[in-house]
């Protein structure tokens, strides 16, 4: 193995670290803010965090590429507002599910948008792999065991966070489509930055905001913005440059499997063996589903994964 790919698998790594801890922190930040309040924060740190990156690619690019790009600001603001405003769904209803379900258990319902994706492609006449269709039973089956109970009930929380990965699904259509037509970085900053307007806007209707309770969520609010949206991000893209694609779909997957840690390492979180199996069949499907795309006569690019 090259060291550039140990490198960029060690850089997934670590990112799949700070998306999966990232519930903890949003998990800890309902303790003190309103969940719109809580977004409108950390996505508003989020989009600010990609302006310095931003500006360091753009500064590295020759001028004769810049100007040759097809993305204007009009197609950038276009995309931002249809990307931010699914982010926004997805977002929300997970971040009030935390308010009713633990980060462990939010960690792997949320991963359920990468078996998603595939079975939504059905409504434009994509035939998704037998590998999709297995992964999808197994991940079927892991969350009837970690969140149905035996009376064939489902938690309200764990019901809005399986909601929201609908949403992270069709974000990552969205962005599929979107990418190849601007600028990704700044289709990212831009869609952030909507989400953040579009929370506070909400917030400001059915919360209460106070500086007190704002500041009593600051390391949650800090964490979520910076690191999971910003720092992560970034490591993301500079991995994905030199990791394999599988290598990408295998690791990014963990980051259900760091949440259930962090989960129970900070908050004292404890699973039973039924919603532990229930993990273990959805973390399956999940990397079935995603490896499913790459044993085909072509080998696509890992898509980015939106940010949690």
């Known amino acids: 193995m090259k060291n550039g790919t140990i490198k960029a698998d060690g850089l997934l790594l670590l990112t ?10 949003q998990r800890v930040g309902m303790d003190y803010v309103g969940p719109f309040t809580f ?3 950390r996505f508003a740190l989020g989009s600010l965090s990609l302006l ?10 020759s001028s004769t590429v810049y100007h040759q790009r097809s993305d204007t600001h009009k197609s950038v603001l276009f995309g931002g507002i249809l990307a931010g405003g699914a982010l926004f769904a997805g977002a929300s209803l997970q971040q009030a599910g935390l308010v009713y379900t633990t980060a462990g258990k939010a960690g792997f319902i949320t991963g359920l948008y990468v078996v998603i994706v595939p079975l939504l492609g059905l409504f434009w006449r994509q035939r998704p792999r037998i590998g999709t269709w297995l992964g999808a039973i197994l991940a079927a089956i892991g969350l009837y065991f970690l969140s149905i109970t035996k009376e064939f009930n489902i938690s309200f929380g764990d019901l809005l966070v ?6 992270w699904a069709g974000h990552v259509l969205l962005i599929g489509w979107l990418a190849p037509r601007t600028d990704s970085l700044k289709l990212a900053a831009t869609q952030f930055a909507i989400c953040s307007l579009l929370s506070f806007l909400t917030a400001l209707a059915i919360e209460t905001m106070s500086i007190a309770s704002i500041w009593q969520a600051a390391v949650p609010i800090l964490y979520g913005g910076i690191g999971s949206v910003g720092i992560a991000y970034t490591l993301q893209v500079i991995a994905q440059r030199d990791a394999h694609p599988a290598h990408s779909a295998i690791i990014l997957s963990l980051e259900g499997l760091f949440a259930a840690i962090g989960g129970w390492v900070l908050l004292g ?3 039973s063996l039924r919603a532990l199996f229930g993990c273990a069949m959805m973390l399956a499907g999940m990397v079935l589903s995603e490896l499913s795309g790459f044993f085909g006569k072509q080998k696509p690019e890992m898509p980015i994964k939106p940010t949690k």
Request: aromatic residues 16%.
């Open 16 to 25: 799949a670290t700070i998306w999966g801890f990232a519930f903890v922190a």
């Open 269 to 271: 979180e404890v699973l």
């Open 39 to 41: 977004n409108a924060i």
């Open 52 to 61: 310095p990156l931003i500006l360091l690619l753009q500064k590295r690019q």
């Open 162 to 167: 399986l909601i929201g990965a609908f949403f």
